[in-house]
């Protein structure tokens, strides 16, 4: 597979596995000594990811992590942090069809071009799969409980599906969007939402959407000119998701509609700090923290796998073929998608911490790991009432 599966620099994230594989996972290299973490906290965030909802695929994975290394007595030691997570519902036998007919907008045209046609295992995508991102939530748990020893929180919600756009959430309805089986911020949204789903579904199609993530209470100074800006580094994890289509931050793409004047940050003193009037530019200056919420949105492709035909070649003869996907298939990837977003954004964030000093990279002092524990219980149950 060549060097491309990893990520980051002081936090280095590893993953491996394939779609219908024995089994996922992440080694996460460059943990600090000391962080509290257990199997229930990577439990707790995987859930948000998980397949077998109403609204996502219909595939049954309970997703249990196991820590095999880096962690005892409840600590990180320092050493590489290993998370294995099993895949027990394997259905192989719909993608017989698809091992000589590449499904249109998937990676099966890419992986066989770049790897030969029998070293490619069609099995779910394999490696292309979207079930790569188990790896991805579960070190985004250790990375989400790190930025805690400095009082940093990732939130993610849906702010978009199709032609429907979500209101500017509170960070607190954002924070809670989780729980929303499709991960909006508020009621009313939701069933929108969920109208679309069922017309999809019924209709053997899907939707796209968009993700917001947002950072709180950041710290300053995170980011490296000029090519490890903290914006690059953020659309680099970002657009590696796979679905992804787009990245913005802050204003984005409206910015190149609008005049200087209209979208300029006035500086302005907040809490005996300078910061940004509007926050336009999503909580950096060229590419480097501000210490206002870090803003960023990705866009999802809608799902590639639907029952509708679509036009195709037979590898073997090269003649034209007709395909309609069945099986089990998540009718807009961007729902599931928002959690694999925060992950991402919450190892970028973590690994720029690390670098930049505002978490020790080799050792956590007894309090910052208390104070990691206090947050983690708050944001936990932030949400219960």
Not at 4 to 11: M, P, Q
Not at 219 to 224: Q, S
Not at 250 to 262: K, N
Not at 342 to 355: K, N, P, T, Y
Request: overall charge positive.
């Amino acid at each position: 597979m060549g060097g491309g599966n990893s990520i980051g620099k002081a936090l280095r994230v590893t993953t491996f596995g394939e779609s219908h594989g024995k089994a996922v996972g992440a080694v996460v290299d460059g943990v600090p000594a000391g962080l509290p973490l257990s199997e229930d906290d990577v439990r707790f965030e995987l859930q948000f990811r998980r397949p077998g909802g109403r609204f996502v695929s219909s595939r049954r994975e309970p997703d249990e992590p196991e820590i095999l290394s880096g962690v005892f007595s409840g600590r990180t030691t320092g050493s590489p942090v290993a998370i294995l997570v099993r895949n027990v519902d394997v259905q192989s036998a719909p993608y017989e069809e698809f091992r000589y007919k590449p499904r249109p907008g998937h990676a099966d045209l890419s992986y066989v071009l770049k790897y030969g046609l029998d070293n490619w295992d069609y099995r779910g995508g394999g490696r292309a799969s979207a079930r790569e991102t188990v790896a991805r939530v579960a070190a985004g748990a250790i990375a989400k409980k790190l930025m805690l020893a400095r009082g940093t929180m990732v939130a993610g919600y849906l702010a978009s599906l199709g032609p429907v756009d979500s209101r500017r959430p509170s960070w607190e309805e954002a924070a809670c969007a989780k729980y929303s089986p499709l991960k909006a911020p508020d009621p009313a949204t939701e069933a929108r939402y969920a109208e679309l789903i069922k017309e999809a579904l019924q209709e053997g199609d899907s939707w796209g959407g968009v993700a917001e993530v947002i950072v709180m209470n950041p710290p300053p100074g995170l980011g490296e000119p000029v090519f490890d800006k903290l914006k690059a580094d953020l659309a680099k994890a970002l657009m590696s998701i796979p679905a992804a289509m787009g990245f913005e931050v802050g204003q984005g793409f409206a910015a190149a509609r609008v005049r200087g004047s209209e979208h300029k940050d006035n500086i302005v003193m907040r809490g005996g700090r300078p910061g940004l009037e509007t926050n336009r530019a999503g909580g950096m200056l060229g590419g480097i923290s501000v210490g206002e919420p870090i803003v960023v949105r990705v866009a999802f492709k809608p799902t590639s796998s639907i029952r509708k035909p679509s036009r195709t070649v037979d590898l073997r003869t090269g003649e034209p073929a007709e395909i309609s996907v069945l099986g089990r298939h998540d009718p807009a990837v961007a729902v599931r998608g928002v959690a694999v977003a925060e992950s991402m954004v919450a190892l970028v964030v973590a690994d720029h911490m690390l670098r930049s000093g505002a978490v020790s990279p080799v050792r956590l002092e007894p309090g910052e790991a208390g104070a990691i524990e206090e947050g983690w219980s708050r944001y936990r149950a932030m949400c219960s009432g």
